[in-house]
């Protein structure tokens, strides 16, 4: 649990970084088929939710309702998928998900369903800009 | 918001009744192949996290800590996969599932995966049993 927070070289190469809450690193997934933003904790060390003592966990879950609120405000979606996962990144860190009725992985799991399809450049930063300007 | 609680009746299909915590049901998927338990808020009409009020959230985070720990505890695991979805059951239901490297979905998402395999009668009975013992 000590030393300095990194994050995770997979999670940088798959994501677009959108800004740091006070726990949390906020990160867009690049994947334009979905609105899928993931917080991870900036704490070295820690895989499980439960593994965060009592103030971050809680810290947490208030980053992902302010996250989840965020989202739907600025993107509607039929349903929130939340997961925190880990199988292959156990660097703890928490998908928020904007599912919609046709989107492609729907109504399954968006993990591991297919390979990502990048957002072009302008279009991210639109994202981006959104995102920052509800979150921070 | 209002309103009586009701179990969804697809969940109250696919589990085992484990308990009652302070604020939400305890169920055992009936899927021999993993230890998957799952908490449903005791409360009508709700369907995201970020539907509850503050209290009813932070107690579902407090009691998501206290069942992975006991799940910890009583099946070790390589990682614990948490997940709130609802694509299909929009009941909100949050689901805890103990992975192995040696599972079937691994290391995919268990959500849509394969079929369950239910479990035998005296093996659902002996879950039940370790599951009470350590939560309620």
């Given at each position: 649990m000590h030393g300095e927070f990194k994050l995770d070289s997979r999670l940088e190469a798959d994501t677009l970084q959108v800004g740091d809450l006070p726990l949390s690193r906020v990160l867009l997934m690049n994947d334009r088929r979905?609105?899928?933003v993931i917080l991870v904790p900036r704490r070295a060390g820690v895989t499980e939710w439960m593994d965060l003592d009592e103030a971050d966990g809680i810290a947490l879950w208030r980053e992902s309702i302010q996250l989840g609120r965020a989202l739907r405000d600025l993107y509607g979606g039929r349903k929130l998928n939340i997961g925190?996962?880990?199988n292959l990144v156990p660097q703890l860190h928490l998908h928020h998900v904007v599912r919609e009725q046709d989107d492609p992985a729907w109504p399954g799991p968006v993990w591991g369903h297919s390979p990502a399809v990048p957002y072009?450049?302008?279009?991210?930063a639109?994202?981006?800009r959104e995102l920052r300007s509800a979150l921070l």
């Open positions: 979905y609105r899928w925190a996962l880990g072009a450049t302008g279009e991210a639109a994202v981006l």
